[in-house]
């Protein structure tokens, strides 16, 4: 396998849903990769995936509430499909050889180290 196809397929191991997060954040704290666009990719996947599960705590907790139970858990639902959905639209862009760069995405996970 060629060292291309190795870094490809870090870079998808990154993007799994959920199980992505730890890779990423070792990556990222540790100075694991000298790469920039894995370190870039690092950040965003911390981003999304920080994002997503605020939300779905907090939509979580709202659902304990008998009044806000139904909607609450719909708007959960939706967020956690969106989550996989855009994990894997960007697991197919990196396929392609395209850019992983998504607006506001790219400014929030700047901050990060």
Do not use: C
């Not at 396998?1 to 190795?6: D, G, H, I, K």
């Not at 950040?43 to 994002?51: A, N």
């Not at 894997?88 to 929030?108: E, F, I, N, Y």
């Amino acid at each position: 396998m060629s060292t291309q196809a190795v870094h490809r397929l870090k870079l998808l191991f990154y993007l799994l849903p959920v199980v992505g997060l730890a890779p990423a954040v070792w990556n990222l704290f540790t100075n694991a990769s000298r790469s920039r666009s894995e370190r870039d990719l690092s950040r965003s996947v911390i981003t999304i995936t920080g994002l997503w599960l605020v939300m779905y705590v907090l939509f979580g907790s709202l659902a304990q509430q008998e009044s806000l139970a139904l909607p609450a858990l719909a708007v959960n639902s939706v967020m956690t499909s969106a989550y996989f959905v855009l994990q894997l639209w960007l697991m197919l862009r990196l396929w392609r050889g395209q850019s992983l760069k998504l607006p506001g995405v790219a400014q929030l996970s700047r901050r990060l180290p």
